[in-house]
C-alpha cells in the first residue's frame, strides 16, 4: 500500500505565503507525476500544479508567477511554494501521484493514481 500524506495548510491572510508538502510512503518502485489540484466549496476539482519525473512543470493560469512546484525524489515528496495568496485560493488542496508499485521481490506491479487526503487552506482577513 501506497500513502499520500499532506501537511502545511492553514489560515493566512490574503497577500501571505503558504508551503504544501506531500510525502508518499509504502511499497513504491517509482512515481511518475505528481501535482496539486484543489477544490472550493461548490466547486469541481482544478489542477493547480503538475511535475513529472524529469522535471518538467505545468500550472494553471490562475496560479501561475505565484505558486511553485517542487519535488525531491529522494523523498518521495512534493511541494507546493503558495505566494501572493487571495481569497479565491481558499479550497481543499489535494495531492496526487501516478505510482508504481513494487512486490515483495522489488520488482515493478501497478502503476495507478494515488491521492492524499486533502488540506485546508483558507485565505481571509
Known amino acids: 500500500q501506497v500513502q499520500l500524506v499532506e501537511s502545511g495548510g492553514g489560515l493566512v491572510q490574503p497577500g501571505g505565503s503558504l508551503r504544501l508538502s506531500c510525502a508518499a510512503s509504502g511499497s513504491i518502485f517509482s512515481i511518475n507525476g505528481m501535482g496539486w489540484y484543489r477544490q472550493a466549496p461548490g466547486k469541481q476539482r482544478e489542477l493547480v500544479a503538475v511535475?513529472?519525473?524529469?522535471?518538467?512543470?505545468n500550472y494553471a493560469d490562475s496560479v501561475k508567477g505565484r505558486f511553485a512546484i517542487s519535488r525531491d525524489n529522494a523523498k518521495n515528496t512534493v511541494y507546493l511554494q503558495m505566494n501572493s495568496l487571495k481569497p479565491e485560493d481558499t479550497a481543499v488542496y489535494y495531492c496526487?501521484?501516478?505510482?508504481?508499485?513494487?512486490?515483495?521481490?522489488?520488482?515493478?506491479?501497478?502503476?495507478?493514481?494515488?491521492w492524499g487526503q486533502g488540506t485546508q487552506v483558507t485565505v481571509s482577513s
Open positions: 511535475t513529472t519525473s524529469g522535471e518538467s512543470t
Open positions: 496526487n501521484a501516478e505510482i508504481t508499485s513494487r512486490n515483495n521481490y522489488g520488482r515493478r506491479e501497478i502503476t495507478y493514481n494515488s
